[in-house]
């Protein structure tokens, strides 16, 4: 999958990495997980800063994570609510209760629901 990447944007490699580790039947979650985990050791191979707050679906759940390598992550908020989820880079005014994505985590949401995914590298 990640040879068949034609662009050059940042985005797009790291998607390509992404649908790689599903083909080679990571879940969503993990296939995110393992290409953070890729990032981080070239970032470190070069003694560069990297950081990478991404919201991916597959139709069936949306994974939100809040990372950073060698630097501070930009913030990331989730919030739910009777029949609703939402992700936010800040909170968003009105009736809906915010939290917090602490950095270096992953975050799951399918239907009305939240939980902790595995692991992000950091």
Not at 21 to 47: F, K, N, S, T, Y
Not at 86 to 98: C, F, H, I
């Amino acid at each position: 999958m990640y040879a068949e990447i034609q662009g050059t944007t940042d985005s797009e490699h790291l998607l390509g990495l992404i649908r790689q580790e599903m083909g080679e039947g990571q879940d969503l979650p993990g296939a995110i997980a393992q290409a953070l985990a890729w990032v981080a050791a070239q970032a470190d191979r070069c003694q560069s800063k990297v950081s990478a707050n991404l919201l991916v679906t597959d139709g069936h759940q949306l994974v939100a994570t809040r990372w950073a390598w060698g630097t501070a992550a930009p913030s990331l908020y989730v919030s739910q609510s009777e029949n609703s989820l939402a992700v936010a880079s800040e909170p968003l005014g009105g009736d809906r209760l915010w939290q917090a994505v602490p950095t270096g985590t992953l975050w799951i949401g399918t239907g009305q629901d939240w939980r902790a995914g595995p692991a992000l590298p950091g």
